[in-house]
């Protein structure tokens, strides 16, 4: 086998673990936020609005890195379950806001339990999962052009 076919095997290539790795731990996810009405990638939302609400939406699609038209339906969704509000900016109305609402904010107690829960299921230690928080951090960066 030459290097060539070897560089090409599917198991050694990084995009295949990472995509692999991505199903595997958001499917660990499911279980425990369909009991919040919520989807991982509205799981996401949640987690940038209890840290930074309001937020218009140009700064909650920077935060995710998605790009409007992905995040638009993801709040027109978690808006009809209740959890959160868009409404005009009363000093710019070409801005969108996004809140949370009472419930919502009241959500994230619940929503609390979730990570330790996720490190439970893994069985991994967490100086191990925090130290492939930050390769994938590298190589997030690395992927956009702005690793130094």
């Given at each position: 086998m030459s290097d060539m076919t070897d560089a090409l095997r599917l198991e050694?290539?990084?995009?295949?673990?990472?995509?692999?790795?991505?199903?595997n731990v958001i499917g660990l996810y499911r279980p425990l936020l369909e009991p919040m009405r919520l989807t991982h990638p509205q799981y996401l939302v949640m987690l940038a609005?209890?840290?930074?609400?309001?937020?218009?939406?140009?700064?909650?699609?920077?935060?995710?890195?998605?790009?409007?038209?992905?995040?638009?339906p993801l709040l027109k969704r978690l808006e009809v379950i209740g959890y959160i509000r868009r409404q005009r900016d009363g000093?710019?109305?070409?801005?969108?806001?996004?809140?949370?609402?009472?419930?919502?904010?009241?959500l994230r107690d619940e929503a609390e339990a979730i990570p330790p829960m996720i490190v439970k299921r893994l069985g991994m230690e967490l100086e191990e999962l925090e130290e492939l928080h930050r390769s994938l951090t590298r190589v997030i960066a690395a992927a956009n052009g702005t690793h130094h």
């Amino acid at each position: 086998m030459s290097d060539m076919t070897d560089a090409l095997r599917l198991e050694r290539q990084v995009c295949f673990a990472l995509a692999v790795a991505s199903r595997n731990v958001i499917g660990l996810y499911r279980p425990l936020l369909e009991p919040m009405r919520l989807t991982h990638p509205q799981y996401l939302v949640m987690l940038a609005l209890w840290e930074h609400a309001p937020l218009s939406v140009k700064e909650l699609s920077k935060l995710l890195r998605l790009d409007p038209g992905t995040l638009s339906p993801l709040l027109k969704r978690l808006e009809v379950i209740g959890y959160i509000r868009r409404q005009r900016d009363g000093q710019d109305g070409r801005v969108l806001a996004v809140s949370l609402t009472p419930e919502g904010r009241a959500l994230r107690d619940e929503a609390e339990a979730i990570p330790p829960m996720i490190v439970k299921r893994l069985g991994m230690e967490l100086e191990e999962l925090e130290e492939l928080h930050r390769s994938l951090t590298r190589v997030i960066a690395a992927a956009n052009g702005t690793h130094h």
